[in-house]
């Protein structure tokens, strides 16, 4: 028997995929394609974005240079730290916990293929969508630069370097970890601190304003100024080579080849560590990868009362599925740490809203701009919570998973399994969208009209959102994901977005119609007409009918397909 090589242990997935995409319904196959134009389109804003950004910066005299590098410094090392993080993440789960390791290794296959083929996958995983956002960066760079042939050449020889060096430390940290630790509660743990800290940063860029670096105005002195663009970056750090070797081609000028040489030889190296390392360690860490979770929070009997008292409306079978998720939310940190990531989302929008400079708006234009501003500011709000959408509640039935079958054959209704669904997130959902429209209504100064439409919105743009995502998620489950955030990403996951953005212009558009008729009673001093009552209680009515029919509609939708779906193999 001939030993199987890297690319015979990559082919299943590959043509997994392809398959996946060529034995599609020619609905899906369309709606993928659809969904990669619109990727590209994004691309392309992502591109004008930076690039307008880039220019800005380069146009400030004197300190344009400074400026610009000290940008592409900001961005590779955050794109730096995140590939680090994601890559240990990946490893974890592609090395000791993926479904289709007991296959691999009964097979005769070396340990160096065997490690090279699993390195690949997830190096692949971890860095293709960072490259997607990276590209734009770059691209950015050398047009506002007018880079030549020799910037392209450049990053050729500096990607593989910047993606190989948090690869290869993503997969040697994993070894260590794992080899101390389970492997599913490294990866709890990981990703609570992952999303810990990425909250914390959020907050803490939005509340840095790195928006002030193209004004020196904002400083107090030229000194605090320069101060506030040289703060050195260490010299032995990747990003700081990738960055001397960008900024040379830029500008034409000889490549640094030490700093060029040592991001290659360093990924080279870090590869080479990590195989040798995860070699050493590798059969100690998959025995103790098989060790299972405990449930403390998920006994607890205080949490048993609140859940009783949370699904006391509820029928009792419905109530059995909601308590079991949220206990299975509770015990993954991997879900429930996500939550201060919509707290970082609600306190950045709350922070943008008040860095809003709207104190030279005063008289009766700077009050009509103060109104036009709040409710332009429901659109956003809208965009957050079809966000958090997708990742809490379109994914609820497909995290089912291969145990769907129970679930299929127990004594409950379709329509009752998505009440279940629908029932925990609801009332986050209400809670965080008058959170934001009254706080940013309230930090602008909005009126009372304006303040009673953005609630009346947020609260009838929840219910929509969430009946949407929780009806398209189970039109389209993903039953063999291993985790909610691939499902938050998938094309359905994509379409639901756009579903959900029309909703939101849909109810912007019906909205402005008491807005504008309140603030014209407001400015001419006038009292209401009839034809004003109907505009100011019409729309009302509009956007409660477009919002119940997308809370019903797509959940009895799905209601009448989702038992008629195979059962997943286990």
Known sequence: MSTPTVRALLWPRLAAQRNRFLRAAPGERAMVLVLGLLGLLAWGGLFFLFGWLVNTAYSVEVFGPIITRRLLEMLLIGLFSLLCFSNTITAIGAFYLSEDLELVLALPVRRETFFYARFTDALVQSSWMMGFFGAPVFAAYGYAYGGSFGYALALLGVLPGFVLIPGGFGVLVA?????????????????????????????????????????????????????????????????????????????????????LGLLLSGGVAMVGLARWVTAAVYDEARAKAQAARAARLARSGVLDQVLAVWTWPLPRPVASVVIKDVKGFLRDPAQWSQLFVVAAIVAIAIASAAAMPTDFLNGPIGVYLREVLSFGALTMVGFIMASLAARFQFTAVSLEGR??????????????????????????????????????GQILGAGPVVMGVSAFSALAMSLGIAGLAVGMGALYPDFKADNAARVAASPPAMLFMLAAMGLVFAVAALEVIPVAVSMSLRFNERDPRLLDWVGLLAPHLGVAVLCGAALLLPMRLAAGRLWGRELPNS
Not at 407 to 433: F, N, S
């Open 175 to 259: 070894a260590l970890l794992v080899r101390g630790i389970p492997a599913h509660r490294v990866r709890e743990a990981m990703a609570f601190v992952g999303v810990l800290s990425l909250g914390a940063v959020l907050v803490l860029l939005r509340l840095l304003r790195p928006e002030r670096l193209v004004n020196a105005e904002d400083f107090q002195s030229l000194a605090a100024y320069i101060a506030e663009l040289q703060t050195p970056v260490p010299s032995l750090f990747p990003p700081r080579w990738a960055v001397d070797v960008v900024e040379a081609s830029l500008r034409g000028k000889a490549l640094p080849m030490i700093e």
């Open 403 to 440: 145990a769907f079958w129970i679930v299929r054959t127990a004594p409950l209704r379709p329509e009752q399994l998505l009440l279940a669904k629908l029932w925990p997130g609801l009332l986050p959902m209400v809670v965080i969208g008058e959170v934001l429209a009254l706080g940013i």
